[in-house]
């Protein structure tokens, strides 16, 4: 029964990713875990295909056996495999996600994988943190940001962020750190979240004051950071 409600029913975090994926895609679903979230869109019929791809043994053997209860081998691929190198280009993917990771992470599998992008693909990313160097790649591989949320489920705060190739694409640093999309629409869960983290940024700022050997560079990060969001809250 555990199965099953997983299958239908995501977490808010993964319906909320599921909401971006275009109607029909072609997904290709990296670090797939259990493979839950192309299993659902499959069963829904939202989706046309799907590779599900694992790069840990057991979360691999997990994916094959929720795919398999569900009978959708003929849909879903589960591939062992590490990142992008999941994608064969007879997959011809159109929706790439990528979720519950780090953002430096999520970073890394793209630029390693960066070959088997088409430039075509829509990503449909949701960071654990280091949403920063996240959105720095993207603007420098071209691809512009269509979409981005903030939810907060089980105390994290969690971002999704949706993008496709539509460069040359320019974002200040205060865009990078914040989102560009987030700073225009201030929706209750972005506020809330920076109003959160002013508080461990001034707390972070205190400590240094207190103790007696800081990196200079780490203070004035800090620093700088908790001025952006001061500056953005005010």
């Known amino acids: 029964m555990r199965l099953r ?8 975090r993964l319906e909320r990713v599921a909401a971006h994926v275009p109607a029909g895609a072609r997904l290709a679903d990296i670090g797939s875990d259990h493979g839950y979230l192309p299993v659902a869109l499959m069963r829904r019929g939202a989706i046309a295909a799907a590779v599900a791809g694992e790069v840990a043994l057991t979360p691999f053997r997990a994916a094959q056996r929720t795919v ?17 190198a999941a994608i064969e280009p007879d997959d011809r993917i159109t929706a790439i996600s990528l979720c519950g990771m780090g953002g ?22 949701q960071p654990n943190g280091g949403e920063q160097p996240l959105r ?12 981005e949320e903030v939810l907060r489920e089980n105390r994290f705060d969690y ?5 496709e190739r539509d460069g040359p694409v320019m974002y200040s640093a205060e865009e990078l750190y914040f989102g560009p999309l987030q700073m225009q629409a201030r929706s209750p869960a972005f506020v809330q979240k920076w109003q959160r983290m002013l508080r461990l940024k001034r707390q972070t700022l205190a400590q ?24 953005l809250l005010a």
């Open 104 to 125: 430096e992470t999520i970073r890394d599998i793209l630029e390693s994988g960066k070959a088997r992008l088409s430039g075509e693909e829509r990503l449909i990313l």
């Open 159 to 163: 971002e999704i962020i949706v993008a």
């Open 5 to 12: 409600l997983n299958e239908q029913t995501l977490s808010r």
């Open 136 to 147: 720095l790649w993207l603007m420098e591989n071209g691809y512009r940001i269509l979409c």
């Open 68 to 84: 398999r209860e569900n009978d959708l081998d003929e849909q879903i691929s589960v591939r062992h495999a590490s990142g992008l």
């Open 208 to 231: 240094f004051a207190k103790a007696r050997t800081v990196p200079e560079d780490k203070a004035k990060d800090i620093a700088r950071q908790a001025e952006w969001i001061s500056e």
